[in-house]
């Protein structure tokens, strides 16, 4: 499979972002979102201990970005590039925001919500799907929390 550049470009982006997360103890998730042309307009890292927010999720904080620098919610033509598989609430705001294409690196087995545990974004029943795509750089976004975790452990 061929990985967009400026989809690689802004997973290096999201990495950095989330091994800011992780130095502030946080979970090391890190988003960023991009207009049509592959311009970043928007980027977060989970801040949920930072801001004690449990909405504070890199997606969402990166969403909010994107949608106050364009000065519009319905960011479609965007990607949302994240390090780990939206969960459900933030599978919600992708499809809330309008988001058109989702590029993660990890996969959440426990509590993912774009094709493992659940397949929110792509769902028939609702208005919106999103294209996805899944695994670019998952290797690393993969170590970033497991380190994280066995240090906690």
Same mark, same amino acid.
């Given at each position: 499979m061929l990985i967009d550049p400026a989809d690689l470009a802004a997973m290096q982006r999201a990495l950095e972002l989330a091994s800011l997360a992780g130095e502030a103890d946080d979970v090391p998730v890190g988003a960023v979102v991009l207009d049509a042309?592959? /311009? #970043?307009? @928007?980027? @977060?890292?989970? $801040?949920?201990? #930072?801001?004690?927010?449990?909405?504070?999720?890199?997606? #969402? /904080?990166?969403?909010?970005?994107?949608?106050?620098?364009?000065?519009?919610?319905? $960011?479609?033509?965007?990607?949302? #590039? /994240?390090?780990?598989?939206p969960c459900v609430m933030c599978a919600g705001a992708v499809l809330q925001s309008r988001v058109s294409r989702l590029v993660f690196g990890a996969w959440d087995e426990k509590a993912g919500a774009a094709g493992s545990m659940y397949d929110v974004v792509r769902d028939r029943r609702l208005p919106y799907r999103v294209e996805v795509v899944a695994g670019v750089r998952e290797a690393e976004a993969s170590a970033l929390l497991r380190t994280f975790f066995d240090a906690r452990r």
């Open positions: 042309a592959g /311009v #970043v307009i @928007g980027e @977060g890292r989970n $801040l949920r201990e #930072v801001s004690h927010d449990p909405t504070a999720h890199a997606e #969402v /904080v990166a969403l909010r970005a994107a949608a106050a620098s364009t000065r519009s919610w319905n $960011l479609e033509g965007c990607t949302l #590039v /994240v390090t780990l598989e």
